[in-house]
Every structure is written in structure tokens, then in C-alpha cells.
């Protein structure tokens, strides 16, 4: 770490002095002027992280829903989750950091996560659409080449598809490729392969009016259009052409206003929804036939894809942990008609998205959306390999409904598993969880030609050990030693392994 060269580039990138922030669910975010240093200082943090990790790590430039003067950042966890609570607590002790501290932080930050500096950083880098956003890029940009990262920079892109990059290249391209063609094959292929399933009331052909707050989402929807062209129609509104970024428009706007966005006008029976800045906000809506509005909100989302995904289980006969995670601001009737008709478990946990889907990853199956729009659903790695099964082997009735779960996973933006371990160098190195690897190498080296390496699963929720020694005896000694440490670093449950497991 050459922490003189860090010093003359953040110099270039100053801290107002007494500027106190704070790292949150939705990062930093704040008035554009007061934000350079803190883009500079999340560049340095990414790769400390990515190295602590070895794995990539995301910095999405954004405000969300915010308006157009402001802007934010934030970064993105190896599986596409949200930054771990305790390096939110780095990243504040970072930015509020004077500039004369500033060697001596990122000093404490390494020594306390037990940072290998040699170790190589990668970091992925996305924008929004904000006049601010692609100055900030670079800030960010110049914090990752300073402390000796690599970086690639896609340019303008939504939040999800951020996280979907991040994923796509710490799974070995397992969870699909990290281009956006990729991005939009795998989501339109699902869509149109799900909709082919779907009833549809009215034409054949299905049409959606899509207010798009101004932002990202115009533009990649723009793009990603033609790939499903044939199953659905889109009408674009407030797509950046005129009006200002979330003014008078967008998920936050419509859901606060229960009312269209400016620039829209609804008939009876159309399909409308809204975007925020950064597309990763969604609601619906329609007029009736007396020209009421009606708002399908995050709640409502929420209570219908539970309650689909509960039929289409019954379907095949499969008795699965389903739950509903809300916040108490969560609308009390579908509370009620989750518990009480659709026998839906709910559990309540704080506001802001990380609680709720660190509980969500609790089920075996969990949906969990905010009323602002916020949220997806999670399956487990387990019932993935169980659905992609039944879908291949089944061709009757139970077979369409495994198909149609399987097509419902693709379009969700992460598959989750808690025990989940991420490998490279074709499977022989251990990439998450951190000090996998390095228990592991610890443990070859007490046995004479011996090597080891873990992977998950693609069948079984399971970890697979391979262990190889001089003997049968030390190569069953270092198995049992290396399922040990990954009952304790991958969150095993149940007993621990045993000898001659």
C-alpha cells in the first residue's frame, strides 16, 4: 500500500472539513457537492474489500429515488448482496475521516479484517444518469487504481444490474454471464417463457405502459425491448428525453401521491407501472371503470407472489417453508390475508431492505418486498436443483407447474443459500466464504502429497470434499479436518461431520 500516493490523490479529492456521514442500507447519499471525497474513498474501500474477499466487488453511483441534485454510492457484496454490516461501519469510519488520518484508517481497516495487500482487486463500477454520476465514476475509478485494483467500469446501468454483474463473476459464470446481453437473455427468456403459461384477459398480445422517473430504466429497457418483443408491447413515458430525474414521476412519486405520474394518461384496463432513478423500485397500477386509481404496491406484490408460488407448490405436491417478510409499515389487510387465508407465514423485522432479506434467506423460499416497491424473492439452492429436477423429468400437469417455478426463479435477481461457497481456478480454490481457503491450505500443508478443495452441490444442498494424501488414512484424516472448517466458515447446520463421514 503506497500510502504516500494515496495521500496526493485524495488531497485531489478533499473532505470538507467536519463533514460527518453516515453508511446506511442505501449507502451514502446527499447533495452532489459534498460527495467526491467520499467516491474517492469508497474506490480505496472496494478494494480493500475485494481483497479481504478475493472476490469482485461493486460500486453502484446513485441517489435511487432521490432527486436530480443529489447523488450516492454504494457497494456490492460478492453474491450481488448488500455491503456486511461491519464494513458499513468501515465505510463511515472512512469517510469521516480526516485527511491527515487517512493513512492511519485504512491502515486499522486492513489490520482489523486481516487484509492480504498483495492480494489482487477487482472492482466493477455502474452510474446512473444524473449529470453528477460519470465524474463521480472516475472519483471512484482513481480511489481503485491508486491502491493497485483493477477495475471495469461498465458504465450506465440499473441498480440490478449491477449486483447481477458482481454475482455472474464470483460464480464463475454459473449464475449466467456478466454482459448485459447476458443480463437481458436470461430475464427475457424467463419472461417470455413464463407469460407462454399465462392466462391473459383481452388481446393476446400484452401491453404495459412504463413510467421510467426520467432515468436508467428508460434507456435499458430501450435496449432490452427487442428481446422479448414478441410476447409483451412497452410504451415508454418520462424516459429522460424532458423532465427532470424522479420530479413529478416514479415509483416514490406514485406511491406517495396515489396518483399517475405527470405525462401519463391511464384508460380503463391498461397496465401501468413506475421505476425509480436506479430501476430497482417497481409498483403497478390501473384504473377501473369508473376512473379510480388503483396502486398494486410493494404488499400487494408481495401477497401475490407468495400466493401464486403456494399454489404452484401444491401443484407438484411439494411442501416447502414459505414466508413473507415485512416491516411495520407493511399494509395491515394483506398481513391478515396472508396468515389467515393463504396460510403464509409473515415475520416482521426493522425497515430497511437488509433486514428484511437477511431474514428472507431464512426460508426455503422467502418473499419480501417494502410498499415502496423494494424487493424480490429468494430460493434456496435446494429447491432450485429440486424444481429445475421436476421440471426436467415431468411432463404432465406437475411438470408445467415445475416449469413455470423454474422460469419464476430466473426472472428473481438472486438465488440464495446461506452455505453457499464460491470457487475459481476450476473449482480447486475456495472464493467465499473469507478464510475458507486459507484454513484449507493450513491443512495440506500437515500431510505429505496431499491437496484438497471444496465446491457446492449442483444437485444436493450439500458441500462436496475431495481430499487426496500418501495414505488412505491421511487422506480420510485431512477430509474429516476440511469438513470441519467448512461446518464453521459456510454455516453448517445440524451435527458436525464425523470420522469416516
Not at 141 to 167: A, E, N, R, S, W
Not at 349 to 364: C, I, R, W
Not at 446 to 473: M, N
Request: net charge negative.
Amino acid at each position: 500500500m503506497d500510502l504516500s500516493a494515496i495521500t496526493k490523490h485524495s488531497a485531489l479529492h478533499a473532505k470538507p472539513r467536519g463533514l460527518l456521514l453516515q453508511y446506511g442500507t442505501a449507502g451514502f447519499r446527499m447533495k452532489a457537492e459534498h460527495l467526491d471525497h467520499i467516491m474517492f474513498r469508497m474506490g480505496l474501500l472496494a478494494v480493500l474489500r475485494s481483497k479481504q474477499t478475493k472476490s469482485t466487488i461493486g460500486v453502484m453511483v446513485t441517489a435511487s429515488h432521490n432527486p436530480e441534485e443529489d447523488n450516492g454510492v454504494k457497494l456490492v457484496d460478492p453474491l450481488g448482496e448488500m455491503l456486511a454490516p461491519s464494513w458499513e461501519e468501515h465505510a463511515t469510519y472512512l469517510a469521516n475521516a480526516e485527511e491527515e488520518d487517512m493513512q492511519r484508517v485504512l491502515i486499522d481497516i486492513s489490520e482489523k479484517e486481516a487484509v492480504d495487500l498483495q492480494q489482487d482487486a477487482f472492482v466493477v463500477i455502474g452510474r446512473d444518469t444524473r449529470p453528477s454520476s460519470e465524474k463521480f465514476s472516475q472519483s471512484v475509478i482513481d480511489g481503485v487504481t491508486v491502491l493497485g485494483g483493477q477495475v471495469h467500469d461498465y458504465g450506465l446501468l440499473t441498480t440490478p444490474q449491477l449486483h447481477y454483474m458482481v454475482c455472474c463473476r464470483n460464480t464463475s459464470g454459473q449464475y449466467g454471464m456478466a454482459t448485459i446481453e447476458g443480463y437481458y437473455q436470461k430475464l427475457s427468456r424467463a419472461f417470455v417463457e413464463l407469460t407462454k403459461q399465462a392466462s391473459c384477459s383481452g388481446d393476446e398480445y400484452r401491453s404495459l405502459k412504463v413510467d421510467c422517473a426520467n432515468g436508467i430504466g428508460a434507456l435499458k429497457l430501450k435496449e432490452m425491448e427487442h428481446y422479448f418483443s414478441q410476447g409483451l408491447s412497452v410504451q415508454l413515458f418520462n424516459d429522460g428525453t424532458k423532465g427532470k430525474l424522479n420530479h413529478l414521476c416514479g415509483a416514490d412519486f406514485v406511491k406517495s401521491h396515489q396518483k399517475p405520474p405527470q405525462g401519463m394518461e391511464i384508460k380503463f384496463n391498461e397496465r401501468c407501472c413506475s421505476f425509480d432513478g436506479d430501476a430497482d423500485r417497481i409498483v403497478y397500477y390501473y384504473c377501473d371503470a369508473d376512473g379510480h386509481f388503483h396502486l398494486i404496491d410493494g404488499d400487494k406484490i408481495a401477497t401475490l407472489i407468495s400466493s401464486f408460488l403456494k399454489e404452484l407448490l401444491l401443484e407438484i405436491g411439494e411442501n416447502l417453508n414459505v414466508g413473507v417478510v415485512q416491516t411495520a409499515y407493511a399494509n395491515g389487510s394483506s398481513t391478515r390475508y396472508l396468515e389467515e387465508v393463504m396460510k403464509v407465514p409473515v415475520y416482521c423485522t426493522k425497515t430497511g431492505v437488509k433486514h428484511l432479506h437477511h431474514k428472507a434467506q431464512e426460508f426455503d423460499i422467502g418473499v419480501y418486498f417494502e410498499a415502496n416497491g423494494h424487493g424480490t424473492a429468494l430460493f434456496s439452492k435446494a429447491v432450485e436443483d429440486k424444481i429445475n429436477q421436476l421440471a426436467r423429468e415431468l411432463e404432465d400437469k406437475k411438470g408445467k407447474a415445475a416449469k413455470i417455478l423454474r422460469n419464476i426463479i430466473d426472472l428473481f435477481n438472486q438465488v440464495a443459500d446461506r452455505k453457499v461457497i464460491s470457487a475459481t481456478d476450476a473449482e480447486r480454490q475456495a472464493v467465499t466464504p473469507p478464510g475458507l481457503q486459507e484454513a484449507i491450505n493450513d491443512l495440506v500443508k500437515k500431510y505429505r502429497l496431499s491437496r484438497a478443495f471444496v465446491r457446492p452441490s449442483g444437485t444436493e444442498d450439500v458441500i462436496r470434499v475431495y481430499a487426496e494424501a500418501d495414505s488412505q488414512e491421511n487422506a480420510d484424516s485431512l477430509a474429516h479436518e476440511v469438513s470441519l472448517a467448512v461446518f464453521d466458515l459456510a454455516g453448517g447446520i445440524g451435527e458436525r461431520p464425523q470420522p469416516g463421514f
